[in-house]
């Protein structure tokens, strides 16, 4: 899998890697997070091509990703060995510094149900994400000290999708939420079916 970005005013993608995948952007449009190995997260600069590690697990892998919009924090979900997900905030590194110890990160949550897609608020200090923690897939929320970016009070769920017909997990380990300024845009699929009748014709 590789990488294209597409400017605005041209229709032609242009390869930035030769694999991985874009996460987000940094404020400076050049620059974008990027994942090429499971355990790891770049900063990777369009324009000249250079790659700066940002994070690396230890153990598990890295299933998805977002930059705070200060850039200063990833937000990302780590898939457990055991099986378990994880939640969890790290400080971006500053300029030629070492990517932040594991004793560094931020853990919100450590579950055994699905858990995806974390996506900051525009002020940085609350995380939107997606979990299966009542046996539905809906979306959550917690609120961040504005400086130390720790959990403040209980996480709370906004929006419920406890209906037969829609889910938010399709296909499974895809669910998906996008917070603008003034809303929230969520990725949804509703399901139907018909009943029909019919005569054999024995032979």
């Known amino acids: 899998m590789k990488p294209y970005v597409v400017w605005e005013e041209g ?11 874009i996460q987000d952007f940094f404020p400076d449009p050049n620059i974008v997070l990027l994942q090429e190995k499971r355990d790891q997260l770049l900063k990777l600069d369009i324009g000249t091509g250079e790659k700066t590690l940002l994070l690396e697990a230890e153990e598990g892998f890295i299933k998805s990703s977002s930059l705070s919009p200060d850039a200063a924090w990833l937000s990302f979900v ?4 055991d099986g378990r997900a994880a939640v969890l905030l790290a400080p971006v590194p500053e300029a030629q510094a ?4 594991e004793s560094d990160w ?3 949550f450590d579950e055994d149900h699905y858990l995806d897609s974390p996506a900051w608020s525009p002020d940085g200090n609350r995380l ?5 923690r009542d046996g539905y897939c809906c979306l ?11 959990p403040v009070g209980d996480t709370v769920g906004i929006y419920h999708v406890h209906q037969g017909r829609m889910t938010m997990n399709v296909p499974p380990g895809n669910a998906r939420v996008v917070v603008a300024e003034d809303k929230l845009v969520l990725w949804m699929a509703q399901g139907t079916g018909n009943i029909y009748m019919a005569t054999p014709k024995w032979k």
């Open 11 to 21: 229709t032609t993608g242009r390869e930035v890697s030769d694999s991985g995948r």
């Open 78 to 81: 780590l898939g457990r060995p």
């Open 98 to 101: 070492a990517p932040p110890p």
């Open 106 to 108: 931020i853990l919100l």
């Open 128 to 132: 939107y994400y997606v979990s299966e």
């Open 140 to 150: 959550w929320t917690q609120r961040l000290d504005p400086k130390t970016k720790n």
